[in-house]
Structure formats: C-alpha cells, structure tokens
C-alpha cells in the first residue's frame, strides 16, 4: 500500500524533546514501512525517518529562532505539496486537524484524519458537521464525547517501539512527573501528593511561553521551597528510560480530559506502574490494579502511589507490548486503511457538462455490487 503520512510542523518528526503527535507520527511511519508499506512522509526538514520525506519546511516551526513567522502559512504550503503528489497515494493519513478539509473535499474518500487535540471548542462541532464527508480516528473512546455525531471511522490507541524503552525491575524509590507545566496537567496536584508521602518527586518538564506566568508565579515556588521536589527540566527520548524506570510510579494528576496521554504508556514500557486521576483518556490506558491505579482525589493518589511498589513491573511491561507498542498501533491503522480501500468508489462520478453517465442512479461503490 502507498500511504502519505501528513506530520504537523511544530516539532521535528520525531521530536527533539517534548512534542507527542510528531513521535506519534514517526513511530506509526516506520511500523508500516516494517509490515511493508511505501510510506512518504510530509514533515519539516529535520525529521529523521526511514520513509521518502517530502521537506516543506526547513526546520520545525518550534526550532525556528526566528522571532516572526506563520505556523498557518506554514501549513498551508504543505498542503499545496500534497495536493501535487494526490494520485501517488492510496491513502493520505492527515495529522494536522482539519486545515486539510477544504482543500481535499474531491479526494476525502482517500484520506484517513486523527484528531489529536481536545474537541469541546466552540467552533469545531459546526466544522465536523459542514466537511463530514472526512473519516475520522479518536485516540480514545472518550475524545469523541464532545463530537458524538462525526464521522468516526475508528478509535486507535497510540503506540511505542519497545525497544526504545528499556524495562528496569528495580525503581530507585521517587515518584516521577513528566509533561508540561501548565494548571490541566496537574504539576501542582504532583507536588502536594508526594508530600503527604514524604516521597522524592522528580519532574522533568517544558514551560511554553503561555504558562510561563503560571510557572513563576505558583510551580516554581513550590519547587524552589520543597526539599523532596527536583525539577530537571525537559528531557529527550534518550532519557525517558532512566527517568521513567526509575520511579516507583508515574504521578498523571490530570485536571482535564486528557485525549490519551502518552507518557502512560511511556512508562508501563519501562514497567512502571501508572496513578491517573479518573478523566478523559486514563480508564482506557490504565488498567486499575495491574497497570496502575485510577484516582479521583488527591488523598486516594497518594495512597495509590504509597502501594504502586507492589504492583508487577514484568507484567506491566508486557500488557505495554501487548496493547500499546508501535505495531499494534499500525496494524489498527491498517484495518482502517483497508475499510478505507474496500469502499471507496470504483469510479468518480462524471461531470455532467463533460460525460453523460449510462445510469445516472447507479450507486457507485462496491457494497452496491453486493
């Protein structure tokens, strides 16, 4: 199969640091090109992958130093490189929300469109409703919530190579926070838990120039004035490992309904047992007393992360390889692919002023066939 991957241009594909929809990207690339696939990816210069790149951009938007440019224009001029190549692909499998749609409406029945983001934005229900002729993806049953009426083809779950995580049996005995630092991500939450447990927290995180106020003002104080908190700022794919297999649990304190959240299944693959406040995604990543533990407050987190130690690190890491790693994620592409193919038109429908059908009625699909 011919498949077009289409990456955002905010991170480098895969990311140089934070940036979970371009590794998801990446990952996904090179898992179908090892079951077989012709893949072209379309991404920024600097990405590093195994499939034919098509560079739209010299280097990720984030990377950029420079102090002015357009992430929309951006975008934009990578959709007119797709547009040329249109008929060299089987399947177009856009990453980018729904910038594509107005520019693919003759070809949606070859596109594939995931949404990665939060979907309770005022504007996107009348969006999805005006271009429902796009076949959608959820990463989690739950993302689709605030959308229930779309055009949801399926829901897959992100994944991992394995062996870009190595297992550790042994934690080092602190509590870990990986993320971002802004108020839905809960570093707050992560803070106060590990000191009602008298438990070391290490947080290693970005701060985008929106929360850098929220940093200042209220994290940074609480890191600055607490003896068990350590904050290492934000780390790359090549320390994950030992940072994440190092903890005893990985605190998720969530305070918004987090689409999937990747870094769960970034530490089950290092066999670390996961503690997630009950919201959005968490109820279908972690699996509650095997993987890890679901929570609604802040006193049932700390109890949980008090008793993560005696969960089975083996056994985490083989759920990881069982439901989260990177050709599981493809193979669940693939099916959504082959439905894709199997019932796309034989045939596009002929422009009246130009040929005159023989029947005009006649449903042009292969189900009609049946």
């Known amino acids: 199969m011919k498949i077009a991957q289409v990456s955002p241009l905010y991170e480098a594909v895969p990311p140089k640091l934070y940036g979970g929809t371009e590794r998801v990207v990446a990952h996904l690339t090179d898992a179908l090109i090892d079951l077989g696939h012709e893949v072209t990816l379309f991404a920024s210069a600097d990405a590093e992958t195994r499939a034919r790149l098509i560079p739209v951009r010299d280097q990720a938007i984030r990377l950029d130093p420079n102090p002015l440019k357009s992430d929309l224009a951006a975008h934009m001029s990578m959709l007119a490189e797709v547009l040329k190549r249109v008929d060299e692909f089987d399947v177009i499998h856009f990453h980018t929300d729904l910038i594509h749609f107005p520019f693919f409406e003759r070809w949606a029945d070859k596109t594939v469109t995931t949404t990665h983001g939060r979907l309770d934005l005022k504007d996107l229900p009348g969006a999805y409703e005006r271009w429902s002729q796009f076949g959608l993806v959820s990463i989690s049953d739950d993302q689709r919530r605030p959308l229930p009426t779309a055009n949801w083809k399926a829901t897959v779950h992100h994944g991992m190579p394995a062996e870009l995580y190595d297992f550790t049996p042994r934690p080092q005995g602190y509590l870990a926070f990986l993320g971002r630092i ?31 106020a929220w940093w200042e003002t209220v994290i940074r104080p609480m ?33 918004w309904p987090e689409p999937f959240g990747l870094v769960m299944i970034e530490a089950m693959a290092c066999g670390t047992p996961v503690v997630a406040f009950r919201l959005g995604s968490t109820p279908e990543i972690v699996e509650d007393g095997a993987t890890g533990y679901l929570v609604d407050t802040v006193e049932q987190a700390v109890a949980a992360a008090g008793r993560a130690h005696l969960l089975d690190r083996e056994a985490i890491r083989a759920r990881f390889e069982l439901r989260f790693s990177a050709t599981a994620m493809a193979r669940c592409y ?20 130009v040929v005159t059908p023989l029947r005009p009625q006649e449903a042009r699909s292969f189900g009609a066939l049946a």
């Not at 692919?337 to 422009?351: H, I, N, S, V, W």
């Open 223 to 255: 890191v600055e004035a607490n003896p068990l908190v350590e904050f290492v700022g934000e780390i790359g794919d090549h320390q994950k490992s030992a940072f994440l297999g190092g903890a005893e649990a990985l605190l998720f304190p969530v305070d």
């Open 334 to 353: 693939l099916d959504v692919y082959g439905d894709l193919l199997a019932r796309r038109p034989f045939a596009e429908e002929p422009l009246d002023d």
């Open 182 to 212: 802004s108020p839905e991500k809960g570093p707050d939450r992560a803070i106060e838990i590990a000191t009602k447990l008298n438990k070391p927290l290490k947080m290693a995180a970005k701060v985008d120039q929106q929360d850098k």
